[in-house]
């Protein structure tokens, strides 16, 4: 066996070339992929953000509802996070700031969202 009793026959100096060779390889691979051409997101929907991108959102959504009280512009804003019901999101946001230690005033935007998004009615258009 030698060195590592990985590869027979391989010399010291030869393996110190080779370990050196493959952490030069990462270095090049991770300066290409985050310098030289890192990856970027177009047109991405926001139904793909992280939880708590999503939980902001629809904080910021809860306090533009406590200034304009329109149900139906809400549910709209919550409308791009996915396909799941106001009432779901809000309440899944909610849950998440209970958890996270969000402020007494956060936490009543989102029960007042969620409670707006509860009684919501949308109205259907009738063509004619």
Do not use: C
Request: charged content about 15%.
């Amino acid at each position: 066996m030698t060195a590592l009793g990985i590869i027979p026959h391989m010399s010291s100096s030869n393996l110190i070339k080779l370990v050196l060779a493959i952490v030069i390889g990462i270095g090049l691979g991770l300066v290409y992929g985050w310098v030289i051409d890192p990856v970027e997101y177009i047109d991405v929907t926001p139904d793909v953000l992280r939880e708590d991108y999503k939980v902001d959102y629809t904080l910021m959504v809860a306090e533009a509802y406590a200034n304009d009280f329109d149900p139906a512009l809400a549910a709209q804003r919550l409308a791009i996070l996915g396909s799941e019901p106001p009432t779901g999101i809000v309440n899944s946001a909610l849950e998440y700031a209970n958890l996270n230690n969000f402020t007494q005033e956060e936490i009543r935007s989102l029960q007042n969202l969620l409670t707006a998004m509860q009684t919501f009615q949308p109205v259907e258009d009738i063509a004619p």
